[in-house]
């Protein structure tokens, strides 16, 4: 099982950047997934996460009207697009997948079963 994450890299801060998150290796049927990210020094926090369907969308108070999450479960890619950037954005960024989830999208990262390896987003001001 692998995920791959790529789109990172340069932008300056008001600008945008599309993350994906493409999967192999099993069916994600029923899995939630979900985007995180890691500044250096800092704990992984929570940036979003998306139902198996797409119905279902959650995101952390700090991109909440900036950023967007979307799947498209055919192609097994899971996407984050990032438009007004800030500084305080710059982080690695992470994709997760898990199935142990019911009714709310689940926010702590010990709830998610697989990690991609990551990308870097550096927002410069």
């Known amino acids: 099982v692998q995920l791959q994450a790529s789109g990172g890299g340069l932008v300056q801060a008001g600008g945008s950047l599309r993350l994906s998150c493409a999967a192999s290796g099993r069916t994600f049927s029923g899995y939630a997934m979900g985007w995180f990210r890691q500044a250096p020094g800092k704990e992984r926090e929570f940036v979003g996460a998306?139902?198996?369907?797409?119905?279902?969308?959650s995101y952390a108070d700090s991109v909440k009207g900036r950023f967007t999450i979307s799947r498209d479960n055919a192609r097994n890619t899971v996407y984050l697009q990032m438009n007004s950037l800030k500084p305080e954005d710059t982080a690695v960024y992470y994709c997760?997948?898990?199935?142990?989830?019911?009714?709310?999208?689940?926010?702590?990262?010990?709830?998610?079963?697989?990690w991609g390896q990551g990308t870097l987003v550096t927002v410069s001001s």
């Open positions: 997760a997948a898990t199935d142990n989830w019911r009714f709310v999208l689940p926010t702590r990262p010990v709830t998610y079963d697989y």
């Open positions: 998306i139902s198996w369907s797409g119905g279902r969308t």
